[in-house]
């Protein structure tokens, strides 16, 4: 069966950086649409990012454009997001998903499978 399992997450000072990994097994990562979403304490999931299968197309939140970066390595199997310019309100658990296309999507009922989620806390 398909895993996703998330590292790299923490506790980091406004700011600072964080990457995020997510690797991936049970199913071709090449063809798979990958992508980012968050939970914050006493909110609901947001979208994040994503990242097609080319590595191409990567749509990112209007709150993390410009800060954050989704990339994928095919040859690890692994996606990553290179967060920086943290804020305290990106304190959240942060998921990785994978769908069963090769295109990205914003939308989180498009994926098909989850991780179980890193925290990330940023102080302020």
């Known amino acids: 069966q398909v895993q996703l399992v998330e590292s790299g997450g923490g506790l980091v000072q406004a700011g600072g950086s964080l990457r995020l990994s997510c690797a991936m097994s049970?199913?071709?990562?090449?063809?798979?649409?990958m992508g980012w979403f968050r939970q914050a304490p006493g909110k609901d999931s947001e979208f994040v990012a994503s990242?097609?299968?080319?590595?191409?197309?990567?749509p990112y939140a209007d709150s993390v454009k410009g800060r954050f970066t989704i990339s994928r390595d095919n040859t690890k199997n692994t996606i990553y997001l290179q967060m920086n310019s943290l804020k305290p309100e990106d304190t959240a658990v942060y998921y990785c998903?994978?769908?069963?296309?090769?295109?990205?999507?914003?939308?989180?009922?498009?994926?098909?499978?989850w991780g179980q989620g890193t925290r990330v806390t940023v102080s302020s």
């Open positions: 990242i097609d299968w080319s590595g191409h197309s990567t």
């Open positions: 998903a994978a769908r069963r296309r090769s295109a990205d999507s914003v939308e989180s009922q498009e994926y098909d499978y």
């Open positions: 049970g199913r071709t990562f090449s063809s798979t649409g």
